[in-house]
């Protein structure tokens, strides 16, 4: 079982940037890919992005390409999300993801909550 504990998120204005960050513990990070998911109000969870175990590859929902950049640190077993650009609709619960036993996402953290204003 790995344990996910995201962090960086909070109130930004349209247009600014911001950071996100996920520690993992339980397990060496490089054993398994990753991922962003977000859920706003009233709406069914997203796929966000996602990153291979090495690093070298990487995936973004469409709305996310060109904005957001997701990179990890096996090292350290963090993966962050820059967020660039950010619109109000980016508004949401972001949660960190892994993928530990095959295809699908068995490990999520907490979330952290983004709030973008316009």
């Known amino acids: 079982q790995v344990q996910l504990v995201e962090s960086g998120g909070g109130l930004v204005q349209a247009g600014g940037s911001l950071r996100l960050s996920c520690a993992a513990s339980g397990r060496t990070s490089s054993n398994y890919h990753m991922g962003w998911f977000r859920q706003a109000p009233g709406k069914e969870r997203e796929f966000v992005a996602r990153?291979?175990?090495?690093?070298?590859?990487?995936y973004y929902a469409d709305s996310m390409k060109g904005r957001f950049t997701i990179t990890r640190d096996n090292a350290k077993n963090t993966v962050s999300l820059q967020m660039n650009s950010l619109k109000p609709d980016d508004t949401a619960v972001y949660y960190c993801?892994?993928?530990?036993?095959?295809?699908?996402?068995?490990?999520w953290g907490q979330g952290t909550q983004v709030t973008v204003s316009s």
């Open positions: 990153i291979s175990r090495s690093g070298d590859s990487t």
């Open positions: 993801a892994a993928s530990t036993r095959g295809p699908g996402y068995d490990s």
